[in-house]
């Protein structure tokens, strides 16, 4: 005669208790929700997971094992189940698995309640729960789709998951731990959120953060007081610069101290700042700085826009997002990977397709690049003699396309450099005028600075007088420029206009922006 449970229903026919947690994956850049579901149904003991899942969690069954095993827990010996669901979400990776799997294997008898419960862990083989270098850009994407509320993670990764803000974070050390706080049913918060230890500033109720440590100093660049100024206006509205000039004049110098001297930040943009620096696999110190990436020119396609054979990875373009590109002796770069360069300096975005992945990154960049006017570096010099043919010279500025070149908004010639050069302005007090400019911009209201606005944008925020209407008007039909060409003077004009605290963009404003124009 079978047995049966207290309702009378036999044992052997008893239903198996599905339990669910929250998990989640990434595709391409944006987080997906997993339900992580297990059951538990007699015959041969197994240890199953289903749901199209990766090697790491595959390999996820082993480390569960040992680490409930070592902690006194009890594998039950039937035939176990785990499925990620939904199960047409191809690719599923992340260490982080370990610890939900874990948790349904440990608590397989008993129903787990809450709703909304979000659980994130790698496992040691001793229990300990550890952290992924998946996490943050998991939790902050949730975040951003207003998904998640709550959520359990290592306690290691406390110290970079507390600058996510919006989210109860209950923060646990071991797989004993975590087995407790559920069965309690007690998911109060118990960590912090991060206050920033950065120079600050409220305008239009949104919190702006930036550094003042200038390890390179402006004061350092003897002369060039013209590259200096169009630094400091490529600086305050985020405009593309390009530097010419002989070998020495100081154009590395200059684009090595842009970074000291870039406009404030505010959290969303640090924490996106942050989230490519872990998709690259590195731990941001989330300090108030744009990024500055200066690959090499041998630096393959691949490393520059990012790509791989079967995932797409970010690239060098897609790492300075928010900050600045520098690319120096910028013809020595293949002419493919300057006329791809195009699609990120006009859309902001870098586009990868692979056969298993289409991935698309932000790259908000700020593009400067430094060249000589030569092969030999010395035809603009007064006091040495250019060893370059005219067909050399010709061959080598002809690895420029215009349209790559439309796409850069301030030009300047290096002066020679001379002994009775002395420097004249230093990095705090140009990043002082940037600032200040900042604030101009976003008094306007402008979600974007003044070089990355939009044609619509342009049209309602960078508005001439009549004197500089008229001024440029003149350039128009006197130098045949193109409907880019346009739209770049007038953001760089608005731009020298906060410079200067004019309202609307005036004469001497619109002069010097036409000064940093391209000659042809």
Do not use: W
Request: hydrophobic fraction near 40%.
């Amino acid at each position: 005669m079978n047995e049966t449970d207290n309702s009378g229903t036999p044992l052997n026919k008893q239903k198996s208790i599905v339990n669910r947690v929250l998990c989640a994956t990434l595709d391409g850049l944006n987080a997906k929700v997993i339900e992580v579901e297990a059951t538990f149904t007699k015959g041969l003991p197994g240890f199953t997971v289903v749901g199209l899942a990766g090697n790491d969690i595959q390999e996820a069954k082993e480390r569960v094992k040992s680490a409930l095993l070592t902690n006194n827990f009890i594998f039950p010996p039937l035939k176990i189940t785990i499925n990620l669901s939904p199960s047409d979400i191809p690719h599923k990776s992340g260490t982080h698995f370990d610890l939900p799997i874990a948790i349904l294997i440990a608590l397989n008898k008993e129903v787990i309640q809450k709703e909304g419960l979000f659980v994130f862990g790698e496992l040691g083989l001793d229990g300990k729960v550890k952290s992924s270098s998946m996490l943050f850009p998991l939790i902050l994407s949730l975040k951003e789709q207003q998904i998640i509320k709550r959520a359990i993670v290592p306690k290691e990764a406390i110290s970079y998951l507390s600058h996510i803000s919006g989210v109860d974070f209950i923060a646990v050390d071991n797989i004993n731990e975590v087995i407790t706080l559920i069965k309690s049913g007690n998911f109060t918060s118990n960590s912090e959120f991060f206050n920033y230890h950065a120079h600050s500033f409220i305008l239009n109720n949104t919190n702006y953060f930036y550094e003042q440590s200038y390890q390179n100093d402006f004061k350092d660049v003897k002369g060039q007081k013209v590259a200096k100024r169009a630094a400091l206006i490529s600086a305050s509205g985020m405009h593309n610069f390009m530097m010419e000039g002989n070998p020495g004049c100081g154009k590395s110098m200059i684009a090595k101290r842009l970074r000291d001297i870039l406009p404030p930040l505010y959290e969303e943009e640090m924490l996106s700042i942050a989230k490519h620096q872990f998709l690259a696999g590195t731990t941001p110190n989330f300090q108030a700085y744009r990024p500055i990436r200066s690959p090499h020119h041998t630096a393959t396609t691949a490393s520059i826009f990012g790509g791989g054979s079967r995932q797409a990875k970010i690239g060098e373009v897609a790492l300075a997002h928010k900050g600045i590109l520098f690319f120096d002796e910028l013809p020595h770069f293949p002419k493919n990977i300057l006329e791809a360069l195009r699609e990120p300096l006009q859309d902001k975005k870098v586009n990868i397709a692979r056969v298993n992945a289409k991935i698309s990154y932000d790259a908000d960049i700020m593009f400067v690049t430094a060249m000589n006017p030569c092969p030999c570096g010395n035809l603009l010099s007064k006091t040495k003699a250019c060893r370059c043919s005219e067909m050399e010279v010709k061959r080598y500025q002809n690895r420029l396309s215009d349209p790559f070149l439309d796409r850069i908004d301030i030009f300047v010639v290096m002066q020679e450099v001379s002994y009775e050069d002395r420097g004249d302005i230093s990095s705090k007090e140009m990043h002082n005028q940037v600032i200040q400019a900042f604030k101009q911009q976003k008094q306007r209201k402008q979600k974007q600075l003044n070089g990355k606005l939009t044609e619509n944008e342009i049209e309602k925020y960078c508005l001439l007088d009549s004197e500089a209407n008229k001024i440029l008007q003149n350039a128009i039909e006197r130098f045949g420029l193109s409907h880019r060409g346009i739209a770049s003077i007038k953001k760089i004009a608005r731009t020298i206009a906060d410079l200067n605290a004019h309202k609307d963009i005036m004469k001497k404003d619109i002069l010097e922006a036409l000064s940093y124009r391209r000659r042809k």
